[in-house]
């Protein structure tokens, strides 16, 4: 509908309009039902390119629209010139059936077809258990991820992470020290080491595959960090294959340094006078950019920064032929990433292919206090202890129904009650409702006969199939923005709509045409919600 209404508006403008305009024409769903099922600004937008009050151009536009009286049954001016439309009730009901046949597609569109995108996250390097901090992350990328496969992109998701360097031999240290001291040795833990009871599991599971065959070798044998990186990888797997999160590719860090990459940056980087050596350090001339001052790409010690192996890494993303890649980075990259784009920019690459989504931290609370778990893997919370309290749907939830840019308070109470005071059971526990009404309904009624639509007169019953119809949209404008808690929030909507029909509009016991009637718009609800639960990750309970 939206795109039906968006080219009768431009072909009401070409015929009033005397040299060709192609505005952006905006429809949405106006706030109030008074006003309409859909209306739009274009009057407004058109005041000064057409030298005419909006008003009176809102009057010739209408005029001039050529519409089908089968989908629009009537069009008015509201205000200082929007333009306001009523949908016809036949193409509600056409469009409702619509809705049935499609089913689990129902909310798919095309906006993003053919486009091949890349969302990068977690990116957690195999040091340790996946935290709550990684779980934000975790979830807004994967979700990012499904709400673009909704618009008809081809999306991969990737996990980058450094196994080499000198976190990862200071974990192959400690868990070397771990496994002298369950072997009765003297032996203590490198400076800065990991002292998680993790590291104990590993290093007990060396002694029952070798024994004290390990002992004697020496401090930096790699047998130790491999081990490490092997169990926590398979962690790290595990917990997010119960977050419902699947990585389609994992790229380490280190092949920027086999295939020379990172030394290709450099050399192009210094051919274009954008970096130069100073006090034994590689510099990145970012005030050439707008900083006040340079950044180090490799410090006097050897050792790059971040930012180079970075660069390189979206340099292998573009190569890739990726039309957008989307990166999904906590609070503590915002003043740094701009340096990768820049320098991407510099180097010939089309930086608007780079697509950065920042979100803020998350701090546990119970009873209004910050909230540790389990001490059991050193100072942190872990995912999978969050999970332990409150399952994995309530810790997607939670983590999505918040808008990414605020801090998240993950009130551990309200997750864990249960009832429709809890956000996700109130939608889990709209599906359930409905499929215990089918269930029941599908007993009592021939379900086979085709039902009459037309009968759904009740202002419910036509405010929740308007509900129902928004979802296409929603989905939209969720994977646009990136935020996937626009989806949340009009799932709630749906929800509520649905609640009131059910209170208004009764089923069983009805007459059996109009019983029906209400069966296919509970189905068409179901449809709607259960989508949109698989869209965020979370399962579609039948029972509560």
């Known amino acids: 509908m939206k795109s039906y209404l968006q080219n009768i508006l431009q072909n009401a403008l070409d015929k009033i309009s005397p040299e060709p305009v192609k505005p952006d024409i905006i429809i949405e769903k106006p706030r109030t039902p008074e006003h309409g099922d859909a209306a739009t600004n274009l009057a407004m937008t058109l005041a000064g390119t057409l030298r005419m009050p909006p008003r009176k151009i809102a009057e010739q536009l209408i005029e001039n629209l050529d519409y089908d009286a089968s989908k629009i049954k009537a069009v008015e001016i509201a205000g200082p010139g929007f333009i306001n439309f009523r949908y016809a009730d036949n193409w509600l009901f056409d469009q409702l059936g619509e809705v049935i046949k499609l ?285 332990n309290e409150v399952g994995p749907d309530v810790t997607r939830f939670f983590f999505l129904m918040r808008t990414p840019g605020t801090h998240l308070e993950f009130d551990i109470a309200e997750a864990k009650e249960a009832g429709e005071k809890n956000p996700v059971f109130y939608l889990q526990y709209a599906h359930a409702r409905i499929h215990s009404i089918m269930v029941k309904a599908s007993e009592e009624y021939n379900m086979e006969q085709t039902p009459d639509l037309s009968l759904l007169t009740h202002e419910s019953e036509i405010a929740l199939i308007k509900q129902v119809f928004q979802f296409p949209d929603a989905i939209a404008l969720a994977s646009q923005h990136r935020e996937p808690h626009r989806l949340i929030t009009y799932m709630n909507e749906v929800a509520g709509h649905f609640h009131k029909f059910y209170h208004d509009c009764r089923i069983m016991g009805e007459d059996a045409p109009i019983a029906r009637a209400r069966i296919a718009l509970l189905q068409a609800t179901r449809t709607t919600l259960a989508n949109g639960l698989r869209i965020l990750g979370i399962s579609a309970p039948e029972k509560m």
């Open 103 to 387: 089913g689990s597609d129902y909310g798919k569109t095309t906006g993003n077809s053919g486009k091949k995108m890349q969302v990068e996250f977690v990116s957690a390097n195999p040091t340790g258990p996946l935290t709550v901090g990684h779980g934000r992350n975790a979830v807004l990328g994967d979700t990012i991820a499904r709400l673009l496969e909704w618009t008809g992109a081809d999306v991969d998701r990737e996990y980058y992470f450094n196994n080499a360097g000198r976190q990862m031999r200071v974990l192959g240290e400690s868990v070397r020290a771990r496994y002298l001291q369950l072997l009765g040795e003297d032996a203590e833990l490198p400076e800065g080491g990991y002292e998680g009871a993790y590291i104990a599991d590993i290093a007990q599971k060396l002694i029952d595959e070798n024994g004290d065959k390990l002992k004697n070798t020496q401090p930096d044998n790699p047998q130790f960090k491999q081990a490490a990186e092997e169990a926590i990888f398979e962690d790290i797997r595990n917990t997010l294959d119960r977050m419902n999160i699947r990585m389609d590719q994992f790229f380490n860090e280190n092949t920027l340094y086999e295939d020379k990459s990172i030394d290709s940056v450099v050399q192009r980087l210094r051919d274009k006078g954008l970096a130069y050596d100073k006090d034994g350090a590689t510099w990145f001339k970012t005030t050439e950019f707008g900083k006040e001052k340079d950044t180090v790409l490799i410090k006097s010690t050897g050792e790059p920064t971040y930012r180079l192996p970075d660069i390189a890494y979206h340099i292998s993303k573009l190569e890739r032929g990726y039309d957008l890649c989307i990166d999904i980075f906590g609070a503590d990259h915002i003043a740094t990433y701009p340096d990768v784009v820049s320098a991407l920019k510099a180097l010939g690459y089309d930086s608007s292919k780079i697509d950065v989504q920042v979100y803020q931290f998350v701090t546990i609370v119970k009873d209004g206090q910050p909230f540790k778990m389990s001490t059991r893997k050193a100072n942190f919370v872990t995912l999978d202890e969050l999970m």
